[in-house]
């Protein structure tokens, strides 16, 4: 069993930027591909970015492509998600996902396991 918790959320103003962080528990976790997820109010989660298990794979969705960067650091179990130039529209809760698998995927649906998500607020 995998478990995630994020951190990082937080109120930012539109244009600024944050730093969100999950941190795994477990071993081997260069064998779990992971990804990141947002739902704001009324909408379905969506997919925001992903990576695979020794990072040298990303992926973006178009809406966050060229301000948002994933990165890990396996040796210290965690993935964090760097969020620049955000829009009052990024407003959601964040949510990291891990599949055991080295190759990141955009389908929710192909992850098993979920963090308890962070607030992210951008006011215009």
């Known amino acids: 069993q995998v478990q995630l918790v994020e951190s990082g959320g937080g109120l930012v103003q539109a244009g600024g930027s944050l730093r969100l962080s999950c941190a795994a528990s477990?071993?081997?976790?260069?064998?779990?591909?992971m990804g990141w997820f947002r739902q704001a109010p009324g909408k379905e989660r969506e997919f925001v970015g992903a990576?695979?298990?020794?990072?040298?794979?990303?992926l973006y969705s178009n809406s966050v492509k060229g301000r948002f960067t994933i990165s890990r650091e396996n040796d210290k179990n965690t993935v964090f998600l760097q969020m620049n130039s955000l829009k009052p529209e990024d407003t959601a809760v964040y949510y990291c996902?891990?599949?055991?698998?080295?190759?990141?995927?955009?389908?929710?649906?192909?992850?098993?396991?979920w963090g308890q998500g962070t607030q992210v607020t951008v006011s215009s």
């Open positions: 996902a891990s599949r055991r698998a080295t190759y990141a995927v955009n389908s929710r649906l192909d992850y098993p396991y």
């Open positions: 477990g071993r081997t976790f260069s064998n779990y591909a």
């Open positions: 990576i695979s298990g020794r990072g040298g794979g990303t």
